[in-house]
Structures are given as structure tokens and as C-alpha cells.
């Protein structure tokens, strides 16, 4: 899979990624305030901010987000998505060239898209907008497969029926990995709890959200859906069933002149 390739992945899945992806967890403003002195006076890059999720969470607290996104489609649901936020600045960029001027932003933050950049790139980008002293963000949401039953058919499904479940979820970031990014001396990690509830459409949508998820044109989707079916009738409980995460947050200052 090629940096361009991936990209263009989520073009077909907007709506189902506005509606049905996780929100980030509120949790995660206090934990970068004690940890990182963050508070709403600081600019922020998110960097492959797609439709604008973990962007809104800054917006809501008060600071001003440039959401930098190289995909057309996914720029266009974040902007629709986040119209109504005058703080918010949508960027024709990626990780590796975010056009954003010198010494511009005092954090960046990563939302589930970490394992898409070329981290050598990143790295000499990442420095340039930074401010002296500023702090990098990769927070990167995982469900929680031991808790339930549910929990392990769903993952089932998808190794199953996923396209390229298998390697895309082989590339999905190691906290080793991660922090190798950072100065080891400054890097830090935490885990926050989050949970969704979804009815039968609503785990529907989440699905289809999925990159690796076959399109309805697809070969497996009618199969992939009915399996769904049965896994939900099988556990829902007064209509709903409960997708639990853990936020997976690593943090810290890149090493060399960004001190």
C-alpha cells in the first residue's frame, strides 16, 4: 500500500464516517492540560483531520484548529461538518507537506491516522510549523475486543470479510513505534476509555465507515451483512449493542531543536 493510495481510501465513506466514527473522549482536554499546560489560547495543526472529529473537540474548548486533510472528499465532509466554527481553518495538505507557515502552531495532534505518513518526512514538517517548545499529539482509538463476546464476532466478521482487514490492520501504529517519533526523554502515554452505542442501523453505518469494509457493489457485502445481522440480533440488548475503545493517547516533544 502506497502513502498515495492511502489517501484516497475513505473517498466513498464520508457520510458513514461523519455519522457512525467515534468522537474522542472530553477526558483527553484535561490529561493534555496537566500533562502539556494545553489551554484554549493554543493554536493547533491537526494533521489528516478527515471530517473534522477530533478537530471539533479543540473547536468546542475554545482553540483555533487548522485542519490540514489531502483528501478532497474528506475536506469537504470536515468543512460541511464544522461550517458553523469561525476558529476552524481547512488546509489542502497532508503530513508530509502541510503548507502552513514557519513556527506557526503550538500543537499538533493525530487522530487515527498515524500509520498513513512517512514518518521521515513528517518528522522534518512536523519541526518547521512547530513553535519552540510545542508538543505532538497521536491519540489513536482501538475496540476493546476482550470485553464481550460481540466484541470478538464483530472482529471475526472483519478478518472474515475485510478486504485488506489483515494488513491494513498490521499497519495500524505500535506505542514502540510511536515513540521513536518523539524524544524519549518528553514522550508519554495514557489510555482513555470510550464506548459507543449503536441500534441496527448505526452499526450498519459503522461498518461501512470502514476502509477495508466491501461497498454494496462488492461481492461480500450481501454475506458480510447478514453475518452482521446475525451478530446483533445475537447480542443487542433492548435494541443496541456497545462498542467499547480504549483512546490509546501518546505525547510528547520531538527531540533535536524543537525544545
Known amino acids: ?9 475513505f473517498s466513498n465513506r464520508v457520510t458513514d464516517y461523519i455519522r457512525y466514527r467515534p468522537g474522542y473522549p472530553s477526558a483527553l482536554l484535561d490529561l493534555l492540560a496537566r500533562q502539556c499546560g494545553f489551554c484554549p489560547a493554543h493554536v493547533i495543526a ?4 478527515g471530517t473534522g472529529l477530533l478537530s471539533k473537540l479543540f473547536l468546542d474548548h475554545g482553540n483555533s484548529v487548522y485542519g490540514v486533510e489531502p483528501n478532497d472528499e474528506m475536506r469537504a465532509g470536515g468543512e460541511e461538518f464544522l461550517r458553523g466554527y469561525s476558529n ?6 497532508s503530513a508530509e507537506a502541510t503548507t502552513l507557515a514557519d513556527s506557526s502552531v503550538d500543537f499538533i495532534t493525530v487522530g487515527q491516522a498515524f500509520h498513513w505518513f512517512d514518518l521521515a518526512a513528517t518528522d522534518c514538517e512536523f519541526r518547521r510549523i512547530l513553535r519552540p517548545g510545542g508538543w505532538v499529539m497521536v491519540v489513536w482509538q482501538d475496540r476493546r475486543m476482550e470485553e464481550t463476546p460481540f466484541a470478538w464476532k464483530y472482529e471475526h466478521l472483519l478478518e472474515r470479510f475485510g478486504i485488506d482487514y489483515k494488513s491494513v490492520k498490521n499497519a495500524y501504529p505500535e506505542a514502540e513505534k510511536i515513540r521513536h517519533f518523539f524524544d524519549a526523554g518528553t514522550f508519554h502515554s495514557r489510555d482513555l476509555p470510550n464506548f459507543q452505542e449503536f441500534d441496527w442501523e ?8 470502514s476502509s477495508y469494509a466491501p461497498t454494496e457493489e462488492q461481492e461480500n457485502y450481501t454475506p458480510m451483512m447478514a453475518e452482521l445481522r ?3 440480533d445475537a447480542y443487542q440488548q433492548n435494541g443496541s449493542v456497545r462498542m467499547e475503545y480504549f483512546a490509546h493517547v501518546y505525547f510528547g516533544r520531538l527531540g533535536g531543536n524543537n525544545r
Open 46 to 49: 491537526d494533521i489528516g483531520s
Open 202 to 209: 448505526g452499526l450498519c453505518g459503522r461498518l461501512r465507515s
Open 230 to 232: 446475525r451478530i446483533y
Open 88 to 93: 476552524f481553518g481547512s488546509i489542502n495538505g
Open 1 to 9: 500500500m502506497t502513502f498515495s493510495d492511502a489517501k484516497q481510501r
